[in-house]
C-alpha cells in the first residue's frame, strides 16, 4: 500500500499547478489526508490537510489563499490546487495519510508519498 504523487515540475512565478496523490492498494476514503512539503536545508511543513470527511480542512499559515486542497475518494486521489506561486514555493512535495487527524497536523503518518518536485522560477 502506498501514496504516488504526480503533477509536480518548473513554473513561472504568478502561476499555477495542480499535484495529485492516488492511493495504490490503499483506500483512502477512511484517512486523513494531508500536502507537506520540504525546501533544501529546511524542515518538512504542513501545507494543507483534509479530514477523513473532508467536513475540516487546515491550511498554513504561508497559503495566503493560494493554495487548495480536494478529495475525490470515488478517484482514490487527493488534490493540491496552487496559484500564484512564488519562488519560496520551490521544494519536494509530499501527499501523506492517518486515521487520526491530529497526528497527520504534526506530521506523524501512516503513509507517505514518495515526493514531486515543485520549483517555481523564471
Known amino acids: 500500500a502506498q501514496l504516488v504523487e504526480s503533477g509536480g515540475g518548473l513554473v513561472q512565478p504568478g502561476g499555477s499547478l495542480t499535484l495529485s496523490c492516488a492511493g495504490s492498494e490503499l483506500t483512502i476514503n477512511v484517512y486523513n489526508m494531508g500536502w507537506f512539503r520540504q525546501a533544501p536545508g529546511k524542515k518538512r511543513e504542513l501545507v494543507a490537510a483534509?479530514?477523513?470527511?473532508?467536513?475540516?480542512?487546515r491550511y498554513a499559515d504561508f497559503d495566503d489563499s493560494r493554495f487548495a486542497i480536494s478529495r475525490d475518494d470515488d478517484k482514490n486521489t487527493v488534490y493540491l490546487r496552487m496559484n500564484r506561486l512564488k519562488p519560496e514555493d520551490t521544494a519536494v512535495y509530499y501527499c501523506?495519510?492517518?486515521?487520526?487527524?491530529?497526528?497527520?497536523?504534526?506530521?506523524?503518518?501512516?503513509?507517505w508519498g514518495q515526493g514531486t518536485q515543485v520549483t517555481v522560477s523564471s
Open positions: 501523506a495519510a492517518d486515521l487520526n487527524f491530529e497526528e497527520l497536523l504534526q506530521g506523524t503518518c501512516d503513509y
Open positions: 483534509t479530514a477523513w470527511s473532508g467536513a475540516v480542512t
